[in-house]
């Protein structure tokens, strides 16, 4: 079974909060063989962001798979700038899976 997984950027009215918090939701799959795990670029792309990570446990969908999110929580002003996020889904000791989100590519109004 493929995984899918997407990321969800930080909403307008969050930001005004001061805060931007990054979801990546991944699906069809089992929580125990899957990890997922952040990795955040500044503009330049030369160093990381660190952010605080935080998991749900899986739940299970009709299909007998489990769908899961990981969250990634940034200040509004780390978020600011951030040039890219990546959400890399790995299974064991291989890495399938990544989902970039540009910070450009989400500016809901």
């Known amino acids: 079974?493929?995984?899918?997984?997407?990321?969800?950027?930080?909403?307008?009215?969050?930001?005004?909060?001061g805060k931007a918090t990054l979801m990546c939701v991944a699906n069809k799959g089992f929580p125990?063989?899957?990890?997922?795990?952040?990795?955040?670029?500044?503009?330049?792309?030369?160093?990381?962001?660190?952010g605080e990570e935080s998991r749900t446990p899986g739940v299970l969908q009709n299909d007998g798979l489990y769908s899961w999110s990981s969250t990634l929580t940034l200040t509004a002003d780390?978020?600011?700038?951030?040039?890219?996020?990546?959400?890399?889904?790995?299974?064991g000791s291989q890495s399938l899976v990544s989902e970039i989100l540009r910070r450009d590519q989400c500016s809901q109004s």
């Open 32 to 50: 125990s063989d899957w990890s997922l795990s952040w990795k955040t670029s500044d503009s330049s792309g030369s160093s990381s962001i660190r």
């Open 78 to 91: 780390q978020w600011g700038k951030v040039g890219s996020v990546t959400c890399e889904a790995t299974q």
């Open 1 to 17: 079974a493929t995984l899918g997984h997407h990321v969800l950027g930080p909403s307008n009215k969050e930001l005004e909060q």
